[in-house]
């Protein structure tokens, strides 16, 4: 079965800072897709980012970016010019790619991560 | 567009009760998915429905959870009886699958509490 682990519960940045979100994750298949959610105080959750496994250009959006290392089995968040709307929960997710059959679409997500940002 | 949308916000409830919960999906989005998050733990997956049937209904945790899904439109889940364990954040998503690749999109979730 995969398995995320987030390792950091929480995390504090100041503004205008970059921080980094660590995320592993444990599987046996070569396919899949990671993802980054974010969820404010409140609010609900809204993704962030994602990659495709098979993709070894990290993906890129606006002032997020992940550093995918698919041998480590590793994907983390990084955050440039943080900024005080960045606070939130961060959750690193798994998802198996349906050339692997299986329910098509359920995510598998870590502890998450609480971010603080200071201003 | 409305997003997904969870009612009620929050629940207080004895043990030994019954809550329902409510999810209206996006307009149009075929797939609706529930998942729990226990204070601390992860995000767990619940069940998806493809329309009005359940695709995979693996993460129940027992037969004290119902869900069901009227004319493929919103979702129930109703727990009965509610017990001290049952107390978490229970999110839906919804999605229009399209090939392999799509985006769930959650809702804000609700809290429950059992006492």
């Known amino acids: 079965a995969q398995t995320v682990t987030q390792s950091q519960p929480e995390m504090s940045v100041q503004e205008a800072e970059t921080v980094t979100l660590s995320c592993t994750y444990d599987?046996?298949?070569?396919?899949?897709?990671l993802f980054w959610y974010k969820q404010p105080p409140s609010r609900q959750m809204i993704l962030v980012i994602r990659?495709?496994?098979?993709?070894?250009q990290n993906a890129t959006e606006n002032r997020f970016s992940v550093n995918f290392q698919k041998a480590a089995k590793s994907f983390s968040l990084k955050i440039s010019d943080s900024q005080l709307g960045d606070a939130a929960m961060y959750f690193c997710?798994?998802?198996?790619?349906?050339?692997?059959?299986?329910?098509?679409?359920?995510?598998?997500f870590g502890k998450g991560t609480k971010l603080s940002v200071k201003p | 567009e409305a997003g997904v949308t969870q009612f009620p916000s929050h629940s207080v409830i004895e043990k030994g009760q019954t809550v329902t919960l409510r999810c209206d999906p996006i307009?149009?989005?075929?797939?609706l998915y529930w998942y729990r998050r226990v204070m601390g733990k992860e995000i767990k997956f619940l069940l998806h429905?493809?329309?009005?049937?359940?695709?995979?209904e693996s993460g129940m945790p027992n037969n004290r959870f119902l869900a069901e899904r009227t004319g493929g439109t919103y979702s129930t889940l109703k727990v009965q009886p509610a017990e001290l364990e049952d107390s978490g954040v229970y999110f839906c998503?919804?999605?229009?699958?399209?090939?392999?690749?799509?985006?769930?999109?959650f809702g804000p979730g609700t809290r429950l509490t059992v006492t």
């Open positions: 998503a919804s999605s229009q699958y399209t090939g392999d690749w799509f985006e769930q999109y």
């Open positions: 599987t046996s298949e070569s396919d899949y897709y």
């Open positions: 990659q495709e496994a098979y993709k070894q």
């Open positions: 997710a798994y998802r198996r790619s349906q050339n692997y059959g299986g329910s098509q679409g359920n995510l598998i």
């Open positions: 307009s149009g989005h075929d797939n």
């Open positions: 429905f493809v329309k009005e049937s359940k695709q995979d």
